[in-house]
């Protein structure tokens, strides 16, 4: 089945400063790729999402980066505040697993100001 | 209105109970899961049911048995529970369901289990 990897595991940053998250993927028919953030107690989030026919999308300070070839796909974030602050999960979907997302095991950003 | 709603959001109880987190969606989403997060933080698929049919059941114990009584439902037993059940459990939705992938999936606020 689906396997997905996120990188790094912990990120610390200073405020103002960019942070980029990068995750690779094994099902080559997965073609959906979305970006959640989970603050402390609370559910994971959709940021953004990116699908299999599209290389790039920005949201103001937050962009994915999508590689079909190499199977990875990258979250960055400009302009670091401190309410980012959060766990960032990177998923799959659309290949053997269907519509149901496959996580990476998640990434801990901290922001310092 | 919570689109996504689950109860008890908080459950502490003792090892060999037996019980069950309710989950409702008022999405007219065709698709449900069930996740669970465990202490590492990490989400991992349950089960999937569209339109009540079970499409995905991940290894899980046969201890966990979901019940969907309509498409807006999706509930969750659990039989004699163990410590290593204490988890965070996610329900979610989607519009769309199996093959139909991109879409996006929405999560309950979450029942905090505690086996003790």
């Known amino acids: 089945g689906e396997n997905v990897e996120q990188h790094p595991s912990t990120l610390s940053v200073q405020e103002g400063d960019s942070a980029v998250i990068k995750c690779t993927y094994s099902?080559?028919?997965?073609?959906?790729f979305p970006w959640y953030k989970q603050e402390l107690g609370k559910r994971p989030q959709l940021i953004i999402d990116?699908?299999?026919?599209?290389g790039e999308k920005k949201d103001q300070r937050i962009a994915v980066t999508l590689n079909k070839t190499a199977k990875h796909f990258s979250l960055h974030i400009t302009e670091t505040q401190p309410e980012d602050s959060a766990v960032y999960f990177c998923a799959s979907s659309g290949g053997q697993a269907g519509t149901a997302l496959i996580f990476g095991k998640g990434t801990t950003l901290s922001v310092s100001s | 209105d919570t689109a996504v709603s689950q109860t008890p959001k908080y459950l502490v109880t003792q090892m060999g109970n037996d019980k069950s987190i309710k989950c409702e969606q008022n999405l007219g989403h065709d698709t449900m899961y069930w996740y669970k997060q465990d202490s590492k933080k990490f989400l991992k698929i349950m089960f999937s049911?569209?339109?009540?049919?079970?499409?995905i059941n991940e290894t899980v114990p046969n201890r966990f048995s979901p019940k969907s009584p309509d498409k807006a439902h999706l509930n969750l037993h659990i039989n004699s529970l163990e410590l290593g059940d204490s988890a965070v459990y996610f329900c979610?939705?989607?519009?769309?369901?199996?093959?139909?992938?991109?879409?996006?999936?929405?999560f309950g606020e979450g029942s905090w289990l505690t086996v003790v």
């Open positions: 990116i699908r299999s026919n599209v």
């Open positions: 099902d080559s028919a997965s073609n959906y």
């Open positions: 979610a939705s989607s519009p769309r369901g199996t093959g139909s992938s991109g879409n996006t999936i929405y």
């Open positions: 049911y569209n339109n009540k049919e079970l499409i």
